[in-house]
């Protein structure tokens, strides 16, 4: 199968970087033509002030990367384009030209954007949907995205301004969502509902598990309000005795830091760390700690811990209760609460009996539902039922939801 794969890859790398270069990765091992279209924003840095801005606004809709792709599209012919990120140097413009050239595209949801100008649903210390349903003005008002009222306008801009011309409607003839949660989010939103099926990400190479794990608790990940940092460090003064390594920066790590010398907090904080490092990292962990405040739409983390055999303690929302079962993979806690997550900490923490059979079902977890053969086929199946359908648009190949 000829396969075209798209990706706008921002300034910070992150998990959806991951998951593309995964995915372009297990294709190509299996045999498939891959060709990639990669853009990233940091071209953005090298330019003036005014073509920067001009550039950004055509994050709305490129004409330029309309024509480039068009005609990458008739060089090329794959059988079917498979979408990751467009945000900004892409533009949702690339949509149309596979729906004008006949092309099917899928397109994997990573974030809220479509939803929410910030891409979380989330604001002032808790989850937020006031956005959803296309009144992201006061989003704007408040300026949700970056602490910006002008980028959030540009966010609000690129998904408003392409639900009206129906690109995530007509243009796209289906999506992945990560997990279920974020599939229903956005078929009550407005996206079909059967244009939208359900496959997890996954974790290739296999890490393995230690044979003999070191003692901490380990937490990755941005280090930004979203992802319950201060919840963390507040539950830590309750657990002098246990060592915590956060590995990962943002926003709050010179805050963070700060806090912890204050409380004289039992943390180390490591940075940013090569993916191998982290791994590494987590091999050695007693435990993985997931205090996400925000809903997240998978949690790459969880499924690497998984791997590792690493049981995860995950606030008990979102995409979060989906991946994680309660005294079996790991422990659900109430969100934003000190309390909560260091009384989980300290259960897994002391109960070696516990701890141990969490950790053989997280990699039972794993092996049955993340790996790259598993994701392989739900893949395939997906990009078959979207060929099967033929090239007809979008509304007119497949169901929509009632």
């Given at each position: 199968?000829k396969?075209?794969?798209?990706h706008?890859?921002y300034?910070e790398?992150?998990?959806?970087?991951?998951?593309f270069?995964?995915?372009?990765s297990?294709?190509?091992?299996?045999?498939?033509?891959?060709?990639?279209?990669?853009?990233?924003n940091?071209?953005?840095?090298?330019?003036?002030?005014i073509?920067?801005?001009?550039?950004?606004?055509?994050?709305?809709?490129?004409?330029?990367?309309?024509?480039?792709f068009?005609?990458?599209?008739?060089?090329?012919?794959?059988?079917?384009?498979?979408?990751?990120?467009?945000?900004?140097?892409?533009?949702?413009?690339?949509?149309?030209?596979?729906?004008?050239?006949?092309?099917?595209?899928?397109n994997?949801?990573?974030?809220?954007?479509?939803l929410?100008?910030a891409?979380?649903?989330?604001?002032?210390?808790?989850?937020?949907?006031?956005?959803?349903?296309g009144?992201?003005?006061q989003?704007?008002?408040?300026?949700?995205?970056?602490?910006s009222?002008t980028?959030?306008a540009?966010?609000a801009?690129?998904t408003g301004?392409?639900w009206?011309?129906?690109?995530?409607?007509?243009?796209?003839?289906?999506?992945?969502?990560p997990?279920?949660f974020v599939?229903?989010?956005?078929?009550?939103?407005g996206?079909?509902?059967a244009?939208?099926?359900?496959?997890?990400?996954f974790?290739d190479?296999d890490?393995?598990?230690?044979?003999?794990?070191?003692?901490?608790?380990?937490?990755?990940?941005r280090?930004?309000?979203?992802?319950?940092?201060?919840?963390?460090?507040?539950?830590w003064?309750?657990?002098?005795?246990?060592?915590?390594?956060?590995?990962?920066?943002?926003?709050?790590r010179?805050?963070?830091?700060?806090?912890?010398h204050?409380?004289?907090?039992?943390?180390?904080?490591?940075?940013?760390?090569?993916?191998t490092?982290v791994?590494?990292?987590l091999?050695?962990?007693r435990?993985?700690?997931f205090?996400?405040?925000?809903?997240?739409?998978?949690?790459?983390?969880?499924?690497?811990?998984?791997?590792?055999?690493v049981?995860?303690?995950a606030?008990?929302?979102?995409?979060m209760?989906?991946?994680?079962?309660?005294g079996?993979?790991?422990?659900?806690?109430?969100?934003?609460?000190?309390?909560?997550?260091?009384?989980a900490?300290?259960?897994?923490?002391?109960?070696d009996?516990?701890?141990?059979?969490?950790?053989?079902n997280?990699?039972?977890?794993?092996?049955?539902?993340?790996t790259?053969?598993?994701?392989?086929?739900m893949l395939?199946?997906i990009?078959?039922r979207v060929?099967?359908?033929?090239?007809?648009s979008?509304?007119?190949?497949?169901?929509?939801?009632?």
């Amino acid at each position: 199968m000829k396969i075209l794969i798209a990706h706008n890859r921002y300034i910070e790398p992150g998990g959806e970087d991951v998951v593309f270069e995964q995915e372009v990765s297990l294709l190509r091992r299996y045999g498939h033509d891959v060709l990639t279209y990669e853009r990233g924003n940091g071209e953005l840095r090298e330019m003036k002030l005014i073509p920067r801005v001009l550039r950004s606004a055509e994050a709305v809709w490129s004409s330029t990367t309309y024509s480039e792709f068009s005609n990458l599209l008739t060089i090329f012919m794959p059988d079917i384009v498979h979408v990751h990120n467009t945000f900004l140097r892409i533009s949702p413009s690339i949509f149309q030209a596979c729906a004008d050239k006949g092309i099917p595209v899928v397109n994997t949801i990573h974030n809220y954007r479509l939803l929410c100008p910030a891409t979380t649903l989330y604001r002032d210390g808790a989850p937020c949907e006031k956005c959803v349903g296309g009144n992201m003005w006061q989003g704007i008002a408040r300026g949700c995205y970056r602490s910006s009222r002008t980028a959030t306008a540009l966010s609000a801009s690129v998904t408003g301004y392409n639900w009206l011309r129906r690109t995530w409607s007509d243009a796209v003839n289906h999506y992945i969502a990560p997990t279920n949660f974020v599939r229903d989010k956005m078929a009550d939103a407005g996206l079909p509902a059967a244009r939208i099926s359900v496959k997890p990400h996954f974790v290739d190479p296999d890490p393995c598990v230690a044979a003999h794990p070191e003692s901490y608790a380990l937490f990755l990940g941005r280090l930004s309000p979203e992802k319950g940092v201060t919840t963390l460090l507040s539950a830590w003064q309750q657990l002098s005795d246990v060592p915590l390594l956060i590995v990962g920066d943002g926003p709050q790590r010179a805050e963070m830091e700060r806090i912890s010398h204050q409380r004289n907090l039992n943390c180390r904080f490591e940075g940013h760390r090569t993916r191998t490092d982290v791994l590494a990292k987590l091999k050695k962990a007693r435990l993985l700690v997931f205090p996400s405040i925000g809903y997240e739409t998978f949690g790459m983390g969880i499924i690497e811990a998984y791997a590792c055999g690493v049981p995860v303690l995950a606030s008990n929302h979102g995409a979060m209760r989906e991946l994680v079962q309660t005294g079996r993979t790991g422990l659900l806690f109430e969100p934003a609460n000190p309390d909560a997550l260091a009384h989980a900490v300290r259960r897994c923490w002391s109960d070696d009996q516990l701890r141990s059979h969490m950790s053989l079902n997280a990699r039972r977890e794993y092996e049955n539902k993340y790996t790259a053969a598993t994701n392989y086929e739900m893949l395939m199946s997906i990009y078959e039922r979207v060929l099967s359908s033929g090239k007809a648009s979008p509304e007119a190949s497949l169901p929509t939801a009632a």
